[in-house]
Nanobody, 115 residues
Framework: QVQLVESGGGLVQAGGSLRLSCAASGSIFSINIMGWYRQAPGKQRELVAGITSGGVTNYADSVKGRFTISRDNAKNTVYLQMNSLKHEDTAVYYC?????????WGQGTQVTVSS
């Protein structure tokens, strides 16, 4: 079982920045994929960005060039640096880990971008 704890959400004006963090604890395999998803009201949860334990990243087209995902394997922590935020980035952001034998979700952190 893996526990994920997110932090760093909040309210920011359009054009501003936020940094999300997600710390994982528990039974963590050395090979895994960690990622950030988001869900806006009335919409489905969508992938924002993912990163493998080897550092390979992928991003949703809507955030390319604005968001950067990174991780510290020694701390089992993944980060999401969000710059040039837009109103449409407003959502609950969830951390996820995918590894052999299953995955886990964090509780979510609210990001609100005022226009």
């Amino acid at each position: 079982q893996v526990q994920l704890v997110e932090s760093g959400g909040g309210l920011v004006q359009a054009g501003g920045s936020l940094r999300l963090s997600c710390a994982a604890s528990g039974s963590i395999f050395s090979i895994n994929i960690m990622g950030w998803y988001r869900q806006a009201p009335g919409k489905q949860r969508e992938l924002v960005a993912g990163i493998t334990s080897g550092g390979v990243t992928n991003y949703a087209d809507s955030v390319k060039g604005r968001f950067t995902i990174s991780r510290d394997n020694a701390k089992n922590t993944v980060y999401l640096q969000m710059n040039s935020l837009k109103h449409e980035d407003t959502a609950v952001y969830y951390c996820n880990i995918h590894q052999p034998l299953g995955g886990s979700w964090g509780q979510g952190t609210q990001v609100t971008v005022s226009s």
